[in-house]
């Protein structure tokens, strides 16, 4: 499981600047709470081989500063609750501030690592001038400039130092996180999946506070519930119950195997499931997606269903291989084909293809439609193997890696997808040179 970091700080000191510099930009998602707050960003950074989830709590106010104080208070409040690792971000252009100061106090408090960076340290002067900022009583800070990067490096080391390690789980059931839109249905779905308390086995706790497995046997599957509950009860008003159910989900998404994502068939497959569903896609999670209240949908013919579906590959293009089932969690329609469903995935995401197979099968279809030549020069494929990775990923060997483009390993992907059950999975297709 990857450990979750938090950006805080006063708008304008520059969390977005370093927050950017750190993930790749498309791989951001966005979580846009119209009006009352700046969008606020979540992404995947790595650094010295840890990863780690980055959120940029960011959230300013359009407003006085009584209302900017509220915030920033929630801000680091959430960043409290649900991060592993704080950066507590300040300004040396701008001094020590009544803003920090507020801040600080909070931050004094906690007993997760809080690291104190100071930005916008672009000179050797600024440097100098950054010792002001001890008198926030967080002791040791990172001078640091986030536009040109220097002093960057230090935090990180430093940051990745204090996560906690991934954890090997030392019995082997599938973990399902069951995740969502607020009222899309989760907790009825896990109410109606677990039934009465006997059907629970034991709780496990997580690695953290928050997370917690919960050991199921039902229907004759065993499982591990990852928990999301507990949003409600934290959440008072309606943009922060949508943010810490973002929150709840990024956690909850790391923590497993498969996610099955709940969604309301009224509201539709909107931006914010596509951020879910392109979060656990980032963390090559399995995939099931579950169209619930399917009982209010009226009028239903033939075509409604195969048409909702084309819709929602439409929104998930290219990685379009998932199972999307129509369930009720009102009627019990289609419950159990959902765990079983999620099973399948949970195996299709442990699958391991015989190198001899995957050859016999891949290396004619290569030879049949084979990469195509660049500047004259032609691409050989010899080999295929897939690798002993807790999930697909494949490499190809090759003559001239670096010809091989995306469109023909999306070609490769089709191919291996076609050929053996990757369903709900994403894969990996690496070249590498031979
Ligand atoms: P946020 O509101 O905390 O997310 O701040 P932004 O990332 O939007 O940055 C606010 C302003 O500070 C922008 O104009 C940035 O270009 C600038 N800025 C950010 N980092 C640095 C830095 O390291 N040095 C300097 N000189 N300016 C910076
Ligand atoms: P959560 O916020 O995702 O956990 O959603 P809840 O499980 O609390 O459900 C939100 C509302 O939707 C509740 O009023 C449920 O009774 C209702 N609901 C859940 N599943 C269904 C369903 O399959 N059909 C109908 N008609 N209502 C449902």
Redesign the pocket.
């Known amino acids: 499981m990857g450990a979750i970091v938090a950006i805080v700080?006063?708008?304008?000191?520059?969390?977005?600047?370093?927050?950017?510099r750190l993930i790749q930009r498309r791989e951001a998602i966005v979580d846009a709470v119209s009006g009352v707050t700046?969008d606020r960003h979540y992404g995947k950074s790595d650094w010295n081989g840890k990863s780690f989830s980055l959120i940029?709590t960011?959230g300013?106010v359009l407003g006085s500063d009584d209302v900017f104080e509220l915030e920033i208070d929630k801000q680091v409040e959430l960043a409290i609750d649900e991060a592993d690792a704080i950066i507590f971000?300040v300004?040396v252009?701008a001094g020590v501030t009544g803003m920090d100061e507020d801040v600080a106090k909070l931050l004094r408090r906690v007993d997760k690592p809080v690291f104190l960076a100071v930005?916008?340290?672009?000179n050797a002067q600024r440097a100098a001038d950054s010792v002001e900022f001890y008198a926030l009583g967080l002791g040791e800070y990172y001078n640091?400039?986030?536009?040109?990067g220097s002093g960057t490096g230090e935090l990180l080391d430093a940051l990745v130092e204090v996560l906690p390690e991934e954890i090997e789980q030392e019995e082997e059931l599938p973990r399902f996180a069951v995740v969502g839109r607020p009222n899309a249905g989760k907790s009825s779905f896990i109410n109606a999946l677990i039934g009465e308390d006997r059907y629970i086995v034991t709780d496990i706790a997580g690695t953290t506070r928050d997370s917690i497995d919960t050991k199921y046997n039902r229907f004759g599957f065993e499982f591990n519930l990852v928990d999301t509950a507990g949003i409600r009860r934290k959440a008072k008003v309606k943009e922060d119950l949508e943010f810490y159910s973002v929150m709840r989900s990024v956690r909850a998404i790391e923590h497993c195997d498969v996610v099955l994502l709940v969604l309301d068939a009224q509201r539709g497959f909107d931006g914010q499931v596509a951020n879910i569903f392109w979060l656990a896609h980032r963390n090559n999670k399995g995939v099931v997606i579950l169209v619930n209240k399917w009982d209010l949908v009226e009028n239903k013919e033939t075509n409604t269903m195969k048409r909702y579906t084309q819709k929602i590959k439409t929104a998930i293009e290219p990685f379009v291989d998932v199972p999307i089932l129509f369930i009720s969690v009102l009627t019990k329609q289609r419950i159990f084909k959902a765990i079983e469903t999620a099973v399948e995935v949970y195996e299709n995401r442990n699958k391991k293809i015989v190198t001899r197979k995957l050859n016999d099968v891949m290396l004619p279809l290569i030879e049949n439609y084979p990469p195509p030549a660049y500047k004259g020069k032609f691409v050989k494929i010899k080999f295929c193997t897939q690798l002993p990775t807790p999930y697909p990923q494949f490499a190809f060997f090759c003559n001239l890696p670096q010809y091989v483009r995306e469109p023909y390993k999306r070609y490769l992907e089709n191919k291996i997808r076609e050929n053996f059950d990757f369903k709900g999975v994403p894969i990996s297709i690496f070249i590498r040179k031979k």
């Open positions: 700080g006063r708008p304008n000191v520059g969390k977005s600047t370093f927050f950017n700046r940029d960011g300013y971000m300004d252009e930005n916008k340290v672009d640091l400039s986030s536009i040109n």
